[in-house]
């Protein structure tokens, strides 16, 4: 359905909105969402038309038309995000905003999401209280149960992330991440130390990572309290541009770095990890222990101390507030590195996972020594 996918609000008409939902719109005005979704065009849309069926107003979401930021990013999120909502719609529709439209046009790099208006979202910052939290991980929860597969390899069925940056361009923002962090008023050092010690080993994590080792499920890539809303009982979670296959602890270990104050991470973890569990077992899934679920959300939070740690360089610090959240974040990370006493772990790695690539190599070797010895 190329012919649909809009590039630009001015493609808009009465006759797009009536075909989309297949009921006439007599007539409609547009507003543009500012402040919210950097690689993206958000608009609300008010509508009029006869039938009693018709919603007040929809949101539309389009490809940014940002050169500079169209520049540095691929449509592959958005891609993801569409197709996202198309895949997750059948199984858990109740926690998704209604989408009436959800399709790509690859050749023009554009995409074009109709959804449900959710209402006001107000900014918020990224912090929610433990009962807002629960109702959070026991959803996401239900996300995973839906998707869950017990082992084998993890295939990404949506589009796989090979837009991110390449090692190299890793290191380099790891190393201005420490260059930036040390002219703060308070330069987290542990962390400093903890993210030069993972610029040494991000070569041999590369190289014997089991990503590809379940269980996996489906998981929204970047759950914080900021890309979800609550309307009364209901919670609607949106922006799944990073939607992948992944390691089930992903999400709650971000939401922990992500959408729980440094102050409340003590008392709200151990909580949130058993609403977590807890749900998954109500769902069906028995092959999973509170065990194996602390054991990863460890492993993978380190990874995303890293993400974190690197975003302070490319996110937009032009605003007090912008400035206060990123010091913000950066302090979590920094708590949470010394709470896993992360340096030890770093340092164990940097003498294993060395020898871990090597053996991983050796049974191409020995196969061949045999293939030889038959010639």
């Keep these: 359905m190329k012919d649909i996918v809009l590039s630009s609000i001015e493609e808009l008409s009465t ?3 009536s075909r989309v939902l297949m009921t006439e719109v007599v007539s409609f005005t547009h507003e543009k969402i500012v402040g919210e979704g950097y690689n993206s065009r958000l608009y609300r849309i008010n509508l009029e038309g006869l039938s009693s069926e018709l919603p007040a107003s929809l949101i539309l979401k389009l490809a940014s038309d940002n050169e500079a930021i169209n520049a540095l990013l691929t449509p592959t999120a958005l891609y993801r995000e569409v197709k996202s909502y198309s895949l997750l719609k059948d199984k858990i529709g109740e926690l998704l905003p209604g989408i009436y439209l959800a399709e790509i046009d690859k050749e ?5 999401l ?3 208006d959710l209402g006001e979202i107000p900014h918020k910052p990224f912090c929610e209280n433990l009962e807002n939290s629960i109702k959070a991980i026991r959803a996401i929860a239900e996300v995973h149960a839906a998707y869950w597969r017990p082992g084998n390899k993890i295939t990404d069925v949506l589009f796989p992330l090979v837009d991110s940056y390449p090692q190299e361009e890793i290191l380099k923002q790891l190393r201005a991440g420490i260059i930036k962090n040390r002219a703060r008023d308070q330069p987290h050092e542990y962390l400093n130390r903890c993210v030069e010690h993972m610029i040494k080993l991000l070569p041999y994590l590369v190289e014997t990572s089991d990503s590809d080792k379940g269980p996996g499920t489906i998981i929204h890539g970047d759950f914080h309290c900021r890309n979800l809303h609550f309307i009364g009982d209901r919670l ?4 799944w541009q990073q939607c ?3 390691q089930p602890a992903t999400d709650l270990a971000y939401w922990l770095l992500m959408s729980v104050d ?4 003590d008392e709200f973890e151990p909580i949130l990890m058993d609403a977590y ?3 998954l077992v109500r769902c069906g899934v028995t092959d999973y222990s509170r065990k194996q679920l602390t054991k990863e959300s460890k492993m993978v ?3 995303l101390i890293g993400q974190i740690f690197v975003a302070q360089n490319v996110l937009e610090q032009t605003t007090p507030e912008q400035i206060s959240e990123i010091d913000d974040l950066v302090d979590r990370i920094s708590h949470a590195a010394i709470k896993q006493n992360l340096i030890w772990g770093l340092r164990l790695a940097r003498v294993i996972l060395p020898l871990v690539g090597l053996f991983k190599k050796e049974p191409d070797t020995v196969t061949t020594t045999n293939t030889d010895r038959q010639t």
């Excluded at 023009?108 to 074009?112: D, G, H, I, R």
């Excluded at 440094?262 to 991470?265: F, H, I, K």
């Design 108 to 112: 023009k790099e554009q995409v074009t």
């Design 15 to 17: 006759d797009w909105l």
């Design 262 to 265: 440094v102050g409340n991470r």
């Design 236 to 239: 609607a979670i949106f922006d």
């Design 277 to 279: 569990h807890d749900q």
């Design 301 to 303: 939070e380190v990874g």
């Design 114 to 116: 109709l959804m449900e």
């Design 244 to 246: 992948q296959y992944a």
